[in-house]
T-cell receptor, first 111, second 117 residues
Framework: RKEVEQDPGPFNVPEGATVAFNCTYS??????FFWYRQDCRKEPKLLMS???SGNEDGRFTAQLNRASQYISLLIRDSKLSDSATYLC????????????FGRGTSLIVHP | NAGVTQTPKFRVLKTGQSMTLLCAQD?????MYWYRQDPGMGLRLIHY???????AKGEVPDGYNVSRLKKQNFLLGLESAAPSQTSVYFC????????????????FGPGTRLTVL
């Protein structure tokens, strides 16, 4: 089982829709969780961190479920500009200094 | 503040040729990384550096070498390019990521698109 797994999609949704992605991780010692956004042929950029209590940033909500070892990203009122690939990033505590990236979930928002 | 820059942006090589990719950051970050990204494979770590003069292997280091002679620069070398090294290469940098501590955001460069014929 890969350390960090994501459904590659694509998720094809109309403007205004609500869409959610999950990301599962295998290392129970994982400590830090993040979502990055990558536009086509561009570099990844940090979208938001994921806190234990969940967090919200405008239309975006991130949640962590430690018991089931997954994080989620919810996008409300989707915009055309939300079309991108969303990468899940996980860092374990202890040992490795290096975070692990998921392969990404592709989102296409259409008019 | 340029952030993370990469040189060149595009390159086409023939099998067996060598080249060096340059990454520079002006944020005084301690950590620097080289990733490759292939369709369906996500980002894979090639090598990384936790400080000037230090380097370490990542997930896919074979066929690559790196050097970090100056804190702001991280070089990735291909001694004898192979078609399997056709990819998009991203450099990134960050503040210190402690083993037991929190993660610090990685800032990525715009990428280098390399084709090996």
């Amino acid at each position: 089982r890969k350390e960090v797994e994501q459904d590659p999609g694509p998720f094809n949704v109309p403007e205004g829709a609500t869409v959610a992605f999950n990301c599962t991780y295998s290392n129970s010692a994982s400590q830090s969780f993040f979502w990055y956004r990558q536009d086509c042929r561009k570099e990844p950029k940090l979208l938001m961190s994921v806190y234990s209590s969940g967090n919200e940033d405008g239309r975006f909500t991130a949640q962590l479920n430690r018991a089931s070892q997954y994080i989620s990203l919810l996008i409300r009122d989707s915009k055309l500009s939300d079309s991108a690939t969303y990468l899940c990033v996980v860092k374990a505590s202890g040992g490795s200094y290096i975070p692990t990236f998921g392969r990404g979930t592709s989102l296409i928002v259409h008019p | 503040n340029a952030g993370v820059t990469q040189t060149p942006k595009f390159r086409v090589l023939k099998t067996g040729q060598s080249m060096t990719l340059l990454c520079a950051q002006d944020m005084n970050h301690e950590y620097m990384y080289w990733y490759r990204q292939d369709p369906g494979m996500g980002l894979r770590l090639i090598h990384y550096s936790v400080g000037e003069g230090t380097t370490a292997k990542g997930e896919v280091p074979d066929g690559y070498n790196v050097s970090r002679l100056k804190k702001q620069n991280f070089l990735l070398g291909l001694e004898s390019a192979a078609p399997s090294q056709t990819s998009v290469y991203f450099c990134a940098s960050s503040w210190v990521i402690s083993a037991g501590g929190a993660y610090n955001e990685q800032f990525f460069g715009p990428g280098t698109r390399l084709t090996v014929l």
